[in-house]
């Protein structure tokens, strides 16, 4: 699914400027459908510029169960907001339900990171819009969501160092209790 607001016709254009900014000839064989395909692929990467989090969270039920509940290693593909080359990993995403017991789809879990990757991002917002929207829509006891991302843009340019991961949390509600938060890290991490 596209954004309604991506403009196919002005990012074809603006990558063409680009080819030519390098020092190459769009025209050429190799490159010549390559502007379009640029487009189609923006077009996907910042797929969730067009979606809401409410969009993704309106299946809900009641199975009674009131502990926490946590999706681990859900595959995450974002795009750093300060030089548009990918950053990739996983995330970690658990909440406890509220009082009324509502939970959603596990797969939910995993779209919800999805709005919210599928965008010019950084790691910490991305992390933050995940918890958040989770307090806002279900209204659970408690959310954890951790992130663990090697960025492209410390790898295949700048300081070029391979392999460094960045961790990043945001902890809600009863889950910031210590010894609640030690069991789900615990899982996590086992
Ligand atoms: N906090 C944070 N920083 C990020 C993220 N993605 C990329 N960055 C950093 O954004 C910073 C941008 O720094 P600048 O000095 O403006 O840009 P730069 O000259 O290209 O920096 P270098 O990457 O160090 O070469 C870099 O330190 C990146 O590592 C992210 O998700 N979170
Ligand atoms: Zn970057």
């Known amino acids: 699914m596209t954004s ?3 403009d196919h016709a002005r990012a074809e254009a603006a990558v063409r400027e680009l080819l030519i900014a390098i020092g190459e000839d769009p025209d050429r064989e190799g490159l010549k459908d390559t502007p379009a ?3 189609r692929s923006y077009a996907e990467i910042t797929a969730g510029l067009g979606q809401t ?6 299946t809900t039920f009641n199975l009674g169960h009131d502990e926490l509940i946590l999706v681990k290693d859900i595959e995450v593909w974002s795009v750093c907001e300060h030089h548009l080359v990918p950053f990739t990993g996983v995330a970690h995403v658990g909440y406890i339900p509220g009082t009324d017991g509502r939970i959603t789809g596990l797969s939910k879990l995993a779209r919800l990171v999805d709005v919210y990757a599928k965008r010019p991002q950084v790691q910490e917002r991305l992390t933050t819009q995940v918890a958040e929207s989770l307090v806002e ?5 408690g959310v954890i969501v951790v992130i663990e991302c090697e960025h492209l843009c410390m790898t295949m340019r700048g300081v070029r160092k391979p392999g460094a991961k960045t961790i990043t949390s945001a902890v809600r509600g009863q889950l ?14 086992g």
């Open 176 to 189: 910031r209790n210590p010894v609640t938060r030690a069991e789900a890290m615990s899982l996590i991490v």
């Open 4 to 6: 309604p607001t991506f």
């Open 37 to 39: 395909r640029v487009a």
């Open 53 to 58: 989090a409410e969009d993704v969270l309106q």
């Open 137 to 141: 829509i279900l209204r659970p006891r």
